[in-house]
T-cell receptor
């Protein structure tokens, strides 16, 4: 079974621009979560989507947004990029069966550099 | 905030068992202990999880104390490829509580 895939793997953007990152979960997984990882703050939760609905949101400004499509693929968008948005953005998928949340499987991440 | 405490770093000789401790003294009755690891510049990889019984899979063993206030992840025969940051996380097994990663333990396996 193919793992979580993220595109692109590397991205360089300029301050003020916007960026869209994509995540394809493992087949059959319906929950997608996004995380930001920086050397200073470590791994921080951004948001989670299940069945095209945002289920949870971390403590990030409104410049960070996401969505999920009917095929469970997800995108996250960052508008008005700042230098501090430079990070590894990780996507994780999991099976959500009833009320039980199974372990999350992570993709390789998208390395975003803002100059 | 992370609800776990882990040593920042550990060394282990190749071929020996690596024992990674984790304190979670405020763990609730419905919270499981999860372990992930992250090899440099890759996404975190799920290793194992447990509630109160010891667990073993092909990657590792998880020993949880009877009072559930601490646990130990055991890699029975560490290899150089096990060099990574290991994260211990506690969270409910059900619901949609996100994973909260602390700083983890940087394990260095030495030849």
């Amino acid at each position: 079974k193919a793992g979580v895939t993220q595109t692109p793997r590397y991205l360089i953007k300029t301050r003020g621009q916007q960026v869209t990152l994509s995540c394809s979960p493992i087949s059959g997984h319906r929950s997608v979560s996004w995380y930001q990882q920086t050397p200073g703050q470590g791994l921080q939760f951004l948001f989670e989507y299940f069945s095209e609905t945002q289920r949870n949101k971390g403590n990030f400004p409104g410049r960070f947004s996401g969505r999920q499509f009917s095929n469970s693929r997800s995108e996250m968008n960052v508008s008005t990029l700042e230098l501090g948005d430079s990070a590894l953005y990780l996507c994780a998928s999991s099976v959500l069966s009833g009320r039980t949340l199974y372990e999350q499987y992570f993709g390789p991440g998208t390395r975003l550099t803002v100059t | 905030d992370a609800k776990t405490t882990q040593p920042p770093s550990m060394d282990c000789a190749e071929g020996r068992a690596a024992n990674l401790p984790c304190n979670h003294s405020t763990i609730s009755g419905n919270e499981y202990v999860y372990w992930y690891r992250q090899i440099h510049s890759q996404g975190p990889q799920y290793i194992i999880h447990g509630l109160k019984n010891n667990e073993t899979n092909e990657m590792a063993s998880l020993i949880i104390t009877e009072d559930r206030k601490s646990s130990t992840l055991i890699l029975p025969h560490a290899t150089l490829r096990d060099t990574a940051v290991y994260y211990c996380i506690v969270r409910p097994h059900s619901g949609n509580t996100p994973l909260v990663f602390g700083k983890g333990t940087r394990l260095s396996v030495i030849a």
